[in-house]
C-alpha cells in the first residue's frame, strides 16, 4: 500500500489490476458486439411429460472475436450495470419473435413456444410495454407463444409497477414465469397478485432433490404452491432420471435440463424436433 494524498491509501494488487482490465476489455468489446452481430442465440428444450418438446429458454452467448464463446453469467451482469442489457434484450426479444414467426407457417413447429429472460433494468425501463408490444406487433406473432422469464428479486423490487407492466403485456397475451423460483422472498399472497403462468423451480433445489430433506422439502412446497394457484410448473437443471422421476413423482411434469439437452444453436435445437 502506499499513501497518495492525504486520506487515501491505494493498493496496487496486480491481480486486482488484471481483472479491471478484463473488464474494461470485455465493456468495450460488448459495446461492438450488436453491430457487429456477435450475440448468439442458445435454445434449450424444454419438455412435457410424453418427453414432446413445447418450447425452448432461449439463452444469449457472445461469440467474442477472440476468446470464442462467453457466457452469460460473465457478460449480462456487466451489460446491466452499463445499460447495455437495454438494447440487448431488445434484439433477444426482436430475434425470438421472428422466429416463432418462421415456426408457425408449419405444422411441426407452430405450437412451439420460446421462453426469453428479461434483466430488472430492462423490465424498469418506462417504455418496455411499449416495445415489447411493438415487437409482437411488427413480427405479427400469436403472443400466446412468447413467454418472459422474471426473477423474483426483480418482481419485489417494485411490485405495483411489475403488476401493472405485467398486466399490460398479459392483457394481450404474453406469459410470464417466475425464474429461479425458490431463491428469492416471494411470500403467497404476493404471488396471488401477480399475473403469472408458471414457476420454475431453481436448478439449485433439484441438483440434491432426492437427497437433501430442505430440498426435497422445498420443491414439494413450491409444486403444491403452483397447484393451488392453478399455475404450470417447470423445472430447471434436469440432469438425471432420478431427479425427473421425483420430480414427476410429486406432480411436476415440465422439465428442462442436461437430461434432455443442453443448450444448442437453432439448427441443432431444429434438428430434435420430430
Ligand atoms: P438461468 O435463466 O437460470 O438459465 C439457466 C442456466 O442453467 C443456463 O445457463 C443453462 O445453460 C444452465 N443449465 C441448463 N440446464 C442445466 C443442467 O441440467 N445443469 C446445469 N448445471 N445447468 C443447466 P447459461 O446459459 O450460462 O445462462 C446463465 C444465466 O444468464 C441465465 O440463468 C440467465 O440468468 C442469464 N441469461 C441468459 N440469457 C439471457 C438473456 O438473453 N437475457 C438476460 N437478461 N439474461 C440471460
Ligand atoms: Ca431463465
Ligand atoms: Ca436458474
Ligand atoms: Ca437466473
Not at 55 to 78: M, T
Request: hydrophobic share 40%; proline share 4%.
Amino acid at each position: 500500500a502506499k499513501k497518495a494524498g492525504r486520506n487515501t491509501i491505494r493498493f496496487f494488487d496486480p491481480a486486482m489490476q488484471a481483472s479491471i482490465n478484463a473488464r474494461v476489455k470485455l465493456e468495450a468489446d460488448l459495446h461492438g458486439a450488436l453491430a457487429n452481430k456477435q450475440f448468439q442465440l442458445y435454445y434449450q428444450p424444454q419438455v412435457s411429460q410424453g418427453l414432446d418438446i413445447i418450447g425452448a429458454e432461449v439463452l444469449i452467448r457472445f461469440q467474442h472475436p477472440e476468446r470464442g464463446l462467453i457466457s452469460p453469467a460473465e457478460f449480462i451482469p456487466l451489460a446491466e450495470d452499463i445499460g447495455l442489457i437495454v438494447p440487448i434484450g431488445r434484439w433477444v426479444l426482436e430475434t425470438v419473435c421472428r422466429q416463432l414467426k418462421i415456426w408457425e407457417s408449419s405444422a411441426h413447429t407452430q405450437h412451439l413456444q420460446l421462453a426469453a429472460n428479461v434483466s430488472a433494468r430492462q423490465f424498469r425501463q418506462t417504455d418496455f410495454v411499449d416495445v415489447v408490444r411493438q415487437i409482437i406487433r411488427e413480427s405479427d406473432i400469436n403472443p400466446n407463444r412468447l413467454k418472459l422469464e422474471l426473477t423474483e428479486s426483480l418482481v419485489l423490487d417494485d411490485i405495483d409497477e411489475t403488476i401493472r407492466k405485467m398486466h399490460a403485456l398479459r392483457e394481450i397475451g404474453v406469459r410470464f414465469s417466475m425464474d429461479d423460483f425458490g431463491t428469492g422472498n416471494s411470500s403467497l399472497s404476493n404471488l396471488r397478485k401477480l399475473p403469472i403462468d408458471q414457476l420454475k423451480i431453481d436448478q439449485s433445489f433439484v441438483r440434491d432433490i432426492s437427497i437433501d430433506p430442505d430440498d426435497t422439502v422445498i420443491v414439494q412446497t413450491i409444486i403444491a404452491m403452483a397447484n393451488n394457484l392453478g399455475l404450470d410448473v417447470i423445472a430447471e437443471g434436469v440432469e438425471t432420471e432420478a431427479q425427473r422421476q421425483f420430480l414427476e413423482n410429486h406432480g411436476c411434469h415440465t422439465f428442462q435440463g442436461y437430461l434432455y439437452s443442453k443448450p444448442l444453436p437453432l439448427d441443432g435445437f431444429e434438428r430434435l424436433l420430430p
